[in-house]
C-alpha cells in the first residue's frame, strides 16, 4: 500500500490526501510534525532530503517528493489528467504558477500567522507577501471569469493544486469576497465526488 508522509494542516500535503481519496487508492497516512522538526531527522532526510512533506512511498525505499510531481504522478491515465499534449503542459503551467506565484505567498502568510511571531520585520514581509498573494488571486480571477475549471473546462490536478492553498487564504489574512469567479470556482471543486476537506485523514484499517 502507498504510504505518505504528510502533517493534516499542510496545504501541499493535502494536495495529494485529496487526490488519493477522489482516486478510491487506498494509503496509509504517517503524520510527520513538521513544528517539531521532525522532517529535519536523519531518518526522514534519507526519504526526502530536502526534508518536507509531502513525500510519498511508492514501494519500499521508492520516494517521490514535491506535492505538484506527486499528483501528476498519481493521475496520469485518470479524469483527472488532461488528454491532449498543450492541455497537459497548461496543468504544469498552472501548477508552476501555483508553487512560484501563489503558494510562497498565500500559504507562507498562513504559516507566519499560524506559528510565528510577528516581529516588525516580519510584519513588513508579509506586508509584500500580501501584495504578490493578492496579484495571484488577480490572475486566478481574470482566468476563471470564463472557465468552469482551470483546463479544458475539466477538473484536473491544476484544480486541486491551486484549491488547497486557495480555500484557506482567509487564514493568512486574504478576503475573497472581491473574488466572486475564484469563489464560484472553489463551490464547483467542493462539489466534486468524493471530495474531503484539509483535516481528512483515511481511518486505519
Ligand atoms: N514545494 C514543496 C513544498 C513542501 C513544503 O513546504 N512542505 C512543508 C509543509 S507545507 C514542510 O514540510 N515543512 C517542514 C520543513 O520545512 O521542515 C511541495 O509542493 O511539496
Not at 486566478?140 to 482551470?150: A, K, N, V, Y
Not at 479544458?152 to 484557506?168: K, N, P
Request: proline letters at 6%; one cysteine or more; charged letters at 25%.
Amino acid at each position: 500500500m502507498l504510504r505518505l508522509y504528510d502533517y493534516l494542516p499542510s496545504g501541499n500535503g493535502y494536495k495529494v490526501r485529496l487526490l488519493l481519496t477522489q482516486l478510491g487508492i487506498p494509503f496509509e497516512l504517517v503524520e510527520v510534525d513538521i513544528i517539531k522538526g521532525l522532517t529535519r531527522t536523519p531518518e526522514f532526510l534519507a526519504k526526502n532530503p530536502n526534508g518536507r512533506i509531502p513525500t510519498l512511498e511508492l514501494e519500499p525505499g521508492v520516494f517521490l517528493s514535491e506535492s505538484n510531481a506527486i499528483l501528476y504522478y498519481l493521475a496520469e491515465g485518470t479524469s483527472c489528467f488532461p488528454t491532449t499534449r498543450l492541455d497537459r503542459a497548461r496543468v504544469l503551467q498552472w501548477m508552476c504558477f501555483e508553487q512560484y506565484s501563489h503558494e510562497p505567498n498565500i500559504a507562507t502568510a498562513r504559516f507566519w500567522i499560524q506559528h510565528l511571531e510577528l516581529t516588525a520585520e516580519r510584519r513588513a514581509a508579509l506586508e509584500q507577501k500580501r501584495v504578490l498573494g493578492y496579484a495571484a488571486l488577480g490572475v486566478m480571477e481574470g482566468h476563471l471569469q470564463s472557465r468552469t475549471f482551470f483546463v479544458g473546462e475539466r477538473y484536473s490536478i491544476a484544480d486541486i493544486a491551486l484549491y488547497a492553498y486557495t480555500h484557506v487564504a482567509d487564514e493568512g489574512g486574504f478576503e475573497l469576497s472581491p473574488y466572486p469567479a475564484i469563489r464560484a470556482w472553489l463551490d464547483r471543486v467542493r462539489e466534486q465526488p468524493r471530495h474531503v476537506p484539509i483535516t481528512y485523514r483515511p481511518s486505519r484499517k
